[in-house]
């Protein structure tokens, strides 16, 4: 006696069983499914071969004989850039893309010591436990808008990403979130280089429960070890005395200055191309601009080489944006001169001369 439902047409099995129609057992053929398709090789319905999207697709062992769905797990973060956000399930590292310009190495003396500084941290940790310490540092960075603090960071996160396993964290705006989150990480990995990157140092130090998380960050009763803080301000006059000057917090502090005249040199000797060298007097170029900041080279190069700005015109432009003050003719003049390509119509012939 079948104790099989009498459907016509009912798939017991898509590829061996029989099929059962009104009582009677029938040899296997395709069937009828109404308007799904059947996949080209079985009679199964092709809604079954759809990919699995589930989240859920494990068990976590949250205890003796407790167990927690979850979703696909990894061992180990893989190395990056990563900033950290929040849901309703907690928080969470969420991978970042860096875009800046070509990193170049600079002879600038400042420059090196910060970022041997970093490097060497991360070969002493040795040493830190032999001696009782928290092998943790933190480092600030303060000056004028534009004089190299972020190309030092992004220096660093390009060598580091080269040579280490490292994570690097950009520090969102609500510090108790990153509080919570890096100690989570330290249980899953106890041992893994970290870079924490605290831009605008002073904004985020506006907040209360901001400040408290940070100096829990520093050196509260909490600390993670095998870290380096790496912090910049535009304002240093603007942090207290307990931030500023306070080794164990930032252990070292560094004014970034305009650069000077080596460091010009190897920035204009690098990123202008052999041909165009030819068509300036490259030793003007260093002399007179002194006194600016990386930023402020950087769009002069853009200003004449890909805008066509005539060279004089573009450095009062850019002296006028800083405190430096314009030493030639007064660079509003350049507004209502034959020379500005955007009064003269002459920009795209400028641009095409150049490309």
Same mark, same amino acid.
């Given at each position: 006696?079948?104790?099989?439902?009498?459907?016509?047409?009912?798939?017991?099995?898509?590829?061996?069983?029989?099929?059962?129609?009104?009582?009677?057992?029938?040899?296997?053929?395709?069937?009828?499914? /109404?308007?799904?398709?059947?996949? &080209?090789?079985?009679?199964?319905? @092709?809604?079954?071969?759809?990919?699995?999207?589930?989240?859920?697709?494990?068990?976590?062992?949250?205890?003796?004989?407790? @167990?927690? !769905?979850?979703s696909k797990t990894v061992p180990s973060l893989?190395? /990056?850039?990563?900033?950290?956000?929040?849901?309703?399930?907690?928080?969470?590292?969420?991978?970042?893309?860096?875009?800046?310009?070509?990193?170049?190495?600079?002879?600038?003396?400042?420059? +090196?010591?910060?970022?041997?500084?970093?490097?060497?941290?991360?070969?002493?940790?040795?040493?830190?436990?032999?001696? /009782? @310490?928290?092998?943790?540092?933190?480092?600030?960075?303060?000056?004028?808008?534009?004089?190299?603090?972020?190309?030092?960071?992004?220096?660093?996160? +390009?060598?580091?990403?080269?040579?280490?396993?490292?994570?690097?964290?950009?520090?969102?705006?609500?510090?108790?979130?990153?509080?919570?989150?890096?100690?989570?990480? *330290?249980?899953?990995?106890?041992? *893994?280089?970290?870079?924490?990157?605290?831009?605008?140092?002073?904004?985020?130090?506006?907040?209360?429960?901001?400040?408290?998380?940070?100096?829990?960050?520093?050196? /509260?009763?909490?600390?993670?070890?095998?870290?380096?803080?790496?912090?910049?301000?535009?304002?240093?006059?603007?942090?207290?005395?307990?931030?500023?000057? *306070?080794?164990?917090?930032?252990?070292?502090?560094?004014?970034?200055?305009? !650069?000077?005249?080596?460091?010009? +040199?190897?920035y204009f000797d690098h990123k202008i191309p052999?041909k165009y060298k030819v068509e300036i007097d490259?030793?003007?170029?260093? +002399?007179?601009?002194?006194?600016?900041?990386? =930023?402020?080279?950087?769009?002069?190069?853009? &200003?004449?080489?890909?805008?066509?700005?005539?060279?004089?015109?573009?450095?009062?432009?850019?002296?006028?944006?800083? =405190?430096?003050? !314009?030493?030639?003719?007064?660079?509003?003049?350049?507004?209502?001169?034959?020379?500005?390509?955007?009064?003269?119509?002459?920009?795209?012939?400028?641009?095409?001369?150049?490309?």
């Open positions: 006696m079948s104790y099989l439902p009498k459907y016509k047409n009912f798939i017991i099995n898509e590829s061996t069983a029989p099929l059962i129609e009104n009582g009677e057992t029938k040899a296997s053929e395709p069937v009828s499914t /109404g308007d799904r398709p059947l996949t &080209s090789t079985t009679n199964q319905p @092709y809604l079954d071969k759809q990919p699995d999207n589930r989240f859920l697709v494990q068990w976590a062992n949250i205890g003796t004989g407790m @167990y927690m !769905p979850t893989s190395p /990056g850039v990563y900033t950290v956000e929040a849901n309703n399930s907690g928080t969470f590292a969420k991978k970042v893309n860096i875009n800046s310009d070509e990193i170049i190495e600079l002879p600038n003396p400042m420059y +090196k010591e910060i970022i041997k500084n970093v490097i060497d941290f991360y070969k002493l940790e040795s040493k830190f436990i032999e001696w /009782g @310490y928290n092998h943790k540092r933190g480092i600030l960075m303060y000056g004028k808008p534009g004089n190299g603090k972020s190309f030092i960071i992004n220096y660093l996160i +390009k060598y580091l990403m080269d040579n280490e396993d490292m994570l690097i964290f950009i520090f969102p705006r609500y510090a108790p979130m990153f509080e919570e989150f890096i100690y989570k990480l *330290r249980e899953v990995e106890p041992k *893994r280089k970290i870079l924490v990157i605290m831009e605008d140092l002073d904004g985020l130090l506006q907040d209360y429960s901001n400040k408290t998380a940070i100096l829990n960050l520093l050196d /509260g009763i909490k600390q993670v070890n095998n870290i380096c803080y790496i912090a910049t301000t535009n304002y240093v006059e603007r942090l207290s005395e307990n931030i500023a000057n *306070r080794p164990s917090r930032f252990d070292k502090k560094y004014e970034i200055t305009a !650069p000077d005249e080596a460091t010009r +040199k190897a052999s490259l030793d003007q170029w260093i +002399k007179d601009t002194e006194g600016l900041s990386m =930023s402020h080279l950087r769009e002069l190069i853009i &200003s004449v080489f890909l805008f066509g700005w005539d060279f004089k015109n573009a450095l009062n432009h850019l002296k006028s944006m800083s =405190s430096v003050e !314009p030493k030639n003719e007064n660079w509003k003049e350049f507004y209502e001169s034959e020379t500005n390509p955007f009064l003269s119509g002459s920009i795209n012939e400028t641009v095409d001369d150049k490309s």
